[in-house]
Structures are given as structure tokens and as C-alpha cells.
């Protein structure tokens, strides 16, 4: 399916590698020039250069945490008029919440509810003005199931929910779209429990560790980054006008429910 976004500008947030990397990957084979970010320059320099070397696009890499405001001013230096935008950045480490003093509740805030709003603020005004603007944010499947020790991610995301729910619809009629991706088990390095990040697995202990964690899942394995991608570009394409202020699991089934 052609997506109508070729030559389309997109800032993807934290797509080094993982869920955004997937995203970033999907965007550029429908044609979009690419601003990449990652807090990892190599890493990052190594996706630039594979989306560059596979698809032909444009890619401008910004290495930085997607928190900091010169980062952010640096990625709208480098698309200041984005089609596009994919709002993504790590949430906080597992962590008892009686662990959580006032300032790492305030960082968990900071980077997963208010960072994306932020740069929502810096391009909605431009993509109205223009008739075409496709926002997507990578939350996570916590907002609807409470995961114990993800309390202060589960809530910065729940509270990003809640205030772009209104947002989303006060810009539809200008043709832009707010929606949210909620990830639930994805073959990341998140799940990969003490592999530091583009280590190698060894082939057995990684298919122990996909079946005990797929178990629970109906679609019986993990989701992918590549996958994830796709569904992504296909929120920011031409054809999902009509599709807003939605938050979509992607998760195999795991999330039970009939509406």
C-alpha cells in the first residue's frame, strides 16, 4: 500500500534503536526524510546510515537526550516545518514506588509526559496551518494494566493520555491526527534482561526467554520492532485521517478487553 507520505519531513524521537528505531525504519521505506535521535552518537550514526544505505532518503541524526531542551530545539532546527512527528523516550527503570523520592518522580515526569508535549506545542500550530500533520507517542500497555515497579512510567504516560485526548480534537478538522501506540511485549532490549544493549544472545537461552515470556500472550510470541514500525507509519499515512485520539495496544492480545 502506497502510504502518500513520500517526501514527507518526520522527526522520530529515541530511534537508535528498539520500538523508535522500528518507526524511524517503516517511515523511510514510505519515503519520509528522516531527524533520527538517540542519546548514543555511534549507535545512532549506525541507524542514519543503514535507513540512508536501504531506503535513500534523507536522514539528520541529533544525538542527545530528547529531554533536554537544546536537544529539542536542535531537532526543530533540523525539520522546523515536520509532517510528521513520533514522540518516544525511555521510561523509568523498575523501582518499588516508596523508592521514588520528589526528584525522580519529577524526571519520570519530565522525560514520558512532559517532553512530548512539549514538542507537540512546538509543531501542531505549523501541520494545521498546512492541512496535514500525523502526531504519534509510544506510551506503553501499562496505561490500561498496572505493572508493579513501572508505577511512575504507567502514570506519566497516563497522564500524556488524558491531556492530549481533548488536544487531539480541537486540530481534526485541520487534518491532524494525535494518536497513541501502547507497546505491550516487543522483542527489545528491554526484555532482554542483563544483555547490555547489541549484545549477543545465545540462540538457546533466547528462545527459553521468548517462550517463557510469550506464554501469557495469545499470539504466543513477541512482537517485533519491525512490525511495531509498520503500524506506526501506517498511523501517519494519508489513509488514517479519520483515526484520532486512539490509543492502540500492540500486543499480541495480551490486554483483555471487548471495547
Not at 167 to 190: E, F, W
Amino acid at each position: 500500500m502506497d502510504l502518500g507520505i513520500r517526501g514527507k519531513n518526520a522527526i522520530v524521537c529515541a530511534s537508535s534503536r528498539g520500538l523508535g528505531r522500528g518507526c524511524a525504519l517503516a517511515l523511510a521505506e514510505a519515503g519520509c526524510n528522516l531527524v533520527v535521535n538517540g542519546r548514543d552518537a555511534a549507535v545512532l550514526a549506525r541507524t542514519a546510515a543503514e535507513i540512508r544505505d536501504r531506503f535513500g532518503v534523507e536522514v539528520t541524526e541529533i544525538a542527545g537526550d530528547v529531554s533536554d531542551p537544546i536537544v529539542q530545539k536542535d531537532l526543530l532546527a533540523a525539520a522546523p516545518a515536520p509532517d510528521i512527528l513520533v514522540n518516544n523516550n525511555g521510561g523509568p527503570p523498575f523501582r518499588e514506588f516508596r523508592q521514588l523520592d520528589r526528584q525522580k518522580m519529577l524526571d519520570g515526569v519530565t522525560n514520558n509526559m512532559i517532553t512530548p508535549i512539549e514538542l507537540i506545542q512546538a509543531v501542531i500550530d505549523g501541520m494545521a496551518e498546512r492541512g496535514f500533520g500525523r502526531i504519534v507517542n509510544i506510551t506503553s500497555l501499562s496505561v490500561y494494566v498496572p505493572i508493579s515497579g513501572l508505577d511512575l512510567s504507567s502514570g506519566a504516560r497516563a497522564g500524556l493520555t488524558s491531556f492530549l485526548a481533548g488536544v487531539a480534537r480541537t486540530v481534526a478538522h485541520r487534518n491532524v491526527t494525535i494518536n497513541n501506540l501502547l507497546p505491550g511485549k516487543l522483542d527489545t532490549d528491554r526484555l532482554r534482561g542483563g544483555l547490555k544493549p547489541g549484545e549477543i544472545e545465545p540462540e538457546q537461552a533466547a528462545r527459553e526467554r521468548k517462550a517463557r515470556i510469550s506464554a501469557d500472550i495469545p499470539a504466543k510470541r513477541l512482537g517485533t520492532p519491525e512490525e511495531f514500525g509498520q503500524i506506526c507509519a501506517f498511523l501517519c499515512s494519508v489513509h488514517a485521517g479519520y483515526l484520532t485520539g486512539q490509543n492502540i495496544p500492540v500486543d499480541g492480545g495480551l490486554y483483555v478487553s471487548a471495547f
